[in-house]
């Protein structure tokens, strides 16, 4: 059940955009909104990211909970940004959330046009006092099958404050309008590797080459906020050079036929997928 909000926008499951709030995320590829979980909610989302950040699930979760900083492999230990994927997969209980409730009311009024459905979900956490714990500037879509309609909205709520220092988001406003996708390449972990022939199944990260234009802006956000970005827009987030954990929830919408057609050719978000990037290039 949800709590009563302070935040005048929202009530109960409701959260209202406005047009302006709309016409930027169609126009520059995202939003960042203050204040959408109370503090009561956000202590029930708790106790299950910290479950699955912990690594209690590693051994059931395989591939699915791993460093995405790092290549597959990496001992627990060593572990620097924290990634669990499908928590709700993993454990069904959680599934249909606050977050997710609240998400996917706004992804309607984000997507008037068709029936967005959550495709996936996955916690990140970065640990204190670790610089690389970063991810490298790309584009979502540059991981995915490219669909004919590529249409979506991902959702990070932030369960713990987000500035500069321990790694927020940033954008590159209106790189989503760009025409072409830009080249995507897996990220090599050392210097040997750089010139081998790496596959994506080796390395989950994937990188971009920067463009000369390109004009960075943070997305700080307290926790509670939420950011809201597209598929297409060019992102990235720094190293955590704090004391403490940067925590993040994050749920993306896709228009349900385009999940459907994931799914009809075993892609489900899953790093234990076994897809053929060879032949994949549009379905």
């Given at each position: 059940?949800?709590?009563?909000?302070?935040?005048?926008?929202?009530?109960?499951?409701?959260?209202?955009?406005?047009?302006?709030?709309?016409?930027?995320?169609?126009?520059?590829?995202?939003?960042?909104?203050?204040?959408?979980?109370?503090?009561?909610?956000?202590?029930?989302?708790?106790?299950?990211?910290?479950?699955?950040?912990s690594?209690?699930?590693?051994?059931?979760?395989?591939?699915?909970?791993?460093?995405?900083?790092?290549?597959?492999?990496?001992?627990?230990?060593?572990?620097?940004?924290?990634?669990?994927?499908?928590?709700?997969?993993?454990?069904?209980?959680?599934?249909?959330?606050?977050?997710?409730?609240?998400?996917?009311?706004?992804s309607?009024?984000?997507?008037p046009?068709?029936?967005?459905?959550?495709?996936?979900?996955?916690?990140?956490?970065?640990?204190?006092?670790?610089?690389?714990?970063?991810?490298?500037?790309?584009?979502?879509?540059?991981?995915?099958?490219?669909?004919?309609?590529?249409?979506?909205?991902?959702?990070?709520?932030?369960?713990?404050?987000?500035?500069?220092?321990?790694?927020?988001?940033?954008?590159?406003?209106?790189?989503?309008?760009?025409?072409?996708?830009?080249?995507?390449?897996p990220?090599?972990?050392s210097?040997?590797?750089?010139?081998?022939?790496?596959?994506?199944?080796?390395?989950?990260?994937?990188?971009?080459?920067?463009?000369?234009?390109?004009?960075?802006?943070y997305?700080?956000?307290?926790?509670?906020?939420?950011?809201?970005?597209?598929?297409?827009?060019?992102?990235?987030?720094?190293?955590?050079?704090?004391?403490?954990?940067?925590?993040?929830?994050?749920?993306?919408?896709?228009?349900?036929?385009?999940?459907?057609?994931?799914?009809?050719?075993?892609?489900?978000?899953?790093?234990?997928?076994?897809?053929?990037?060879?032949?994949?290039?549009?379905?």
């Open positions: 059940q949800f709590m009563k909000s302070n935040n005048k926008k929202r009530h109960g499951y409701n959260f209202s955009l406005t047009k302006k709030e709309i016409s930027q995320f169609n126009t520059q590829g995202y939003l960042v909104l203050k204040n959408v979980l109370t503090e009561k909610e956000m202590l029930n989302i708790d106790p299950v990211f910290d479950h699955f950040i690594g209690k699930e590693q051994k059931r979760m395989k591939k699915d909970f791993c460093d995405m900083s790092q290549p597959y492999g990496t001992p627990f230990e060593k572990f620097q940004l924290v990634n669990a994927m499908l928590p709700g997969k993993y454990m069904p209980s959680f599934k249909e959330n606050i977050f997710f409730k609240v998400a996917q009311n706004i309607k009024q984000l997507y046009s068709g029936i967005p459905d959550m495709d996936y979900e996955q916690f990140l956490a970065k640990k204190p006092t670790k610089k690389e714990a970063e991810f490298s500037m790309h584009q979502d879509l540059g991981y995915w099958p490219k669909t004919k309609n590529t249409w979506t909205a991902t959702f990070s709520l932030a369960l713990s404050d987000a500035d500069i220092v321990n790694g927020c988001l940033h954008v590159i406003p209106g790189s989503n309008n760009e025409k072409n996708l830009r080249e995507h390449k990220k090599s972990y210097e040997s590797e750089k010139n081998s022939n790496e596959k994506r199944d080796d390395s989950h990260t994937l990188v971009i080459e920067s463009n000369p234009n390109d004009k960075l802006v997305l700080p956000v307290k926790r509670g906020d939420i950011t809201i970005h597209d598929e297409r827009i060019v992102h990235g987030s720094g190293g955590n050079n704090s004391d403490k954990w940067r925590k993040t929830y994050i749920i993306a919408f896709r228009d349900s036929e385009t999940i459907k057609k994931e799914r009809s050719i075993g892609f489900t978000h899953s790093h234990n997928d076994k897809v053929d990037w060879e032949k994949i290039i549009s379905i």
